[in-house]
Structure formats: structure tokens, C-alpha cells
């Protein structure tokens, strides 16, 4: 069986189309699947049952053995996301093939098992979402769960990782050996500084400097940076108020989070006040396109979901319009002008960020 199909009645059917029904159905099945299976892929990076897992095949038993846990339990979580073409069945036997190993290191370029456990901390929030929906109240980040904190920070590292040194800062032109000389860096809205934390190992004789209206993240950020042993400093100051240094920054950074912001604009305009007459401003944002029909594909889903969740009510909290995180070019670029920047251009695009450059 390989797709649910279901004949609807008589009175159901008229003026519907039954293909297109059930091609809805097939994706409400994996909707609603996907949804127990990120439990599931939390629960075996939490017990070690993927890490038992890349010591090679192995039946339930073997895995439960291996791992510490009850061999019941991991049979029906082993059938579960074999079904779900995470791990790979082989005559009662499990394991992890090439692209699921990938898949599912912590230490890999997508990093599933954190994305699975900020799904978890978003859906946490539904309640207060519906409450907020009911009202048009906002929703702080600081008041979503400490996990969902972590996670966004777990699951965008490795995207910055793999970009921010070696694509991204080069294609800005002579930043990179402003920062090599001692520059001086601000990285506004740095969450707990996974970006930060990476632009100071790089660049060891530059200032840098993380700001976020979050203490929890701060506190956070500056343990990352005691533990990666980098000079990097972080203060709790708003996106529309931080400080600046005499002569101002070589570089401002904002790393998906000019959409949360209550007051965008504002930030842009403080941005623009405290960078050098030669400094630049690099934004990353999510990938988008300036028209909603461009953006209705799988990861304009979980965007859009996200920016459901947390995005539109964080910015609503701080009494904001809200951007939302499918902003797109066109809308950006609109903003970045109209606070007084006049050389605007996408410097690099992935498959989920979009990158800009202004000065």
C-alpha cells in the first residue's frame, strides 16, 4: 500500500475531484506521521539509539542492548521511522544508510535531531498561540520554552558554519580584511551566538560583539563563547538601541532575525547610525520570494509555520506590524532604503537563506 484512498459519498462527491482529494488525504497522512515521527527522532537522539545505531546493523534487541533501553519500546520506534525512510530495514534488522547517517548527525550540515526537538518547543505553544489568535495579543520570546531556544540555536549552526566564513563575509567587499586587521563587529539579535561565536574564531583580532534583548540568550552566548575560547563580549540592548564605538562598527550582522523585530525599520536606522561611513550591514534572512504563490513549495511551509508560531507574535509583542519570515527581496530592500541605505544587493542565496548586503 502505498497511498490511502478513500471513496467519498454520493453527497461529498458532487463538484469534487476524488484524485485531488486523495492526493490531499496522502498529505495529510504524512502531515499528521510527521508529526509523531519528530517525537520519535528526539527520543533517539536523547536515548543514544542513533548513536548505537552508527556502531552498524542491528536488530531491536542488539539496539536496546547497545543503547540502554527497554527492546519493546525500541522495536515499535525502530518500525515507526523505517516507515518514515529514516532508518533502513533489512530482514529484522536496522540501520542507518549513508544519507540517513547524514541526516541525523548532530554534528552535520542539516542537523534533523535538533530540528526535531524545535518542532517539539514550537508545538508546546499551540495553546497560547490560539489564545493569541482569539486576542491579537503577542507572544515574547522570552516566553517560549528554554528548549525552543536551544534548538533554533542547534539548528541553524550548522548552516552558518558551512557559509558564514568561507561565502558569506567574503562576498562583502573587503570586509573580511577589515576584521583580519582588528575590526570591529556587532552581531544584533545573536540569540545565543552560535553566529558570533564563529565570526570571532575566524577573525581573531577583531572586536566582536553580540546584542540581544533576550538575558537568558545572552547568559547563554556568553558561555558559548568561555567554552570555544574566543574574545567575543554580549550585552542585553534592543535591535533599535544598541551601542556603538567611537568611529563605529567595521561590520553589523543580523542573522535571521530582522523579521522578528517589532520595529524593523527602527533597528535599520540605528544599524545605519552606528556603522563607519565604509561599513556594511549583512542580513540573512530566510529564503523567500516576493510573491506568497512563490513561496507555497515544502519549505515555505515550515516557514511560514514558523513564522506562525513564533515570528508574527514575537514582533506583535513589541507592538510591531510584523515582517513575518517570508518577507522576500523586494520587501526588504524596500526597508533597508527607506532607512537611508543606498547600495542594497543579495550577495549569495542557499536553500533557505536569503543574503543580503547593505551600506
Known amino acids: 500500500m502505498t497511498a490511502l484512498r478513500v471513496t467519498p459519498g454520493r453527497r461529498l462527491l458532487e463538484g469534487m475531484d476524488s484524485e485531488l482529494f486523495n492526493e490531499l488525504l496522502d498529505r495529510a497522512v504524512t502531515d499528521v506521521g510527521a508529526c509523531a515521527s519528530t517525537g520519535l527522532i528526539a ?13 552498524g546493523p542491528a536488530t531491536p534487541a542488539e539496539l536496546a542492548r547497545r543503547s540502554g533501553t527497554a527492546e519493546r ?65 503577542g507572544i515574547g520570546w522570552g516566553e517560549h520554552d528554554e528548549a525552543l531556544h536551544a534548538g533554533v540555536a542547534a539548528f541553524y549552526r550548522p548552516g552558518y558554519a558551512q557559509h558564514l566564513v568561507d561565502r558569506w563575509l567574503p562576498a562583502l567587499d573587503g570586509v573580511a580584511d577589515r576584521l583580519r586587521a582588528g575590526g570591529s563587529v556587532a552581531d ?6 552560535a553566529a558570533t561565536v564563529l565570526i570571532a574564531e575566524a577573525f581573531p583580532a577583531a572586536t566582536v560583539t553580540g546584542f540581544d534583548a533576550h538575558p537568558a540568550s545572552v547568559a547563554a552566548a556568553t558561555a558559548a563563547a568561555a ?36 520595529d524593523p525599520l527602527g533597528a535599520a536606522r540605528r544599524v545605519r547610525e552606528t556603522l563607519r561611513a565604509d561599513g556594511t550591514w549583512l542580513i540573512v534572512e530566510p529564503r523567500a520570494g516576493d510573491r506568497v504563490e512563490d513561496n507555497l513549495h515544502p519549505l515555505g511551509r515550515l516557514f511560514y509555520g514558523a513564522s506562525t508560531y513564533l515570528c508574527v507574535p514575537h514582533a506583535i509583542s513589541e507592538g510591531g506590524a510584523a515582517l513575518g519570515a517570508q518577507a522576500g527581496p523586494a520587501r526588504l530592500t524596500e526597508l533597508l532604503t527607506e532607512a537611508g541605505f543606498t547600495d542594497v544587493r543579495v550577495v549569495d542565496t542557499t536553500q533557505t537563506n536569503l543574503v543580503l548586503s547593505a551600506r
Not at 527520543?43 to 556502531?55: K, M, P, S, W
Not at 548527525?105 to 542539516?110: A, K, Q
Not at 550582522?253 to 530582522?258: E, K, M, V, Y
Open 188 to 193: 544584533i539579535g545573536c540569540g545565543h551566538g
Open 227 to 262: 567554552k570555544a575560547g574566543v574574545r567575543a563580549g554580549f550585552e542585553v540592548a534592543p535591535a533599535a538601541g544598541f551601542p556603538a564605538p567611537a568611529g563605529g562598527y567595521d561590520l553589523v550582522t543580523t542573522f535571521d532575525a530582522l523579521h522578528d523585530l517589532g
Open 73 to 137: 519500546y525500541v522495536r515499535e520506534w525502530a518500525c515507526a521511522l523505517a516507515a518514515g525512510g529514516y532508518l533502513t530495514h533489512d530482514g529484522g534488522s536496522y540501520t542507518l544508510n549513508p544519507e540517513q547517517r547524514v541526516l541525523l548527525d548532530p554534528d552535520g550540515p542539516v542537523n534533523l535531531p535538533a530540528a526535531a526537538e524545535l518542532g517539539l518547543a514550537i508545538m508546546r505553544d499551540t495553546d497560547r498561540l490560539e489564545r493569541a489568535f482569539r486576542t491579537g495579543e
Open 43 to 55: 527520543v533517539g537522539e536523547r536515548t543514544g539509539l542513533f548513536a548505537a545505531l552508527r556502531q
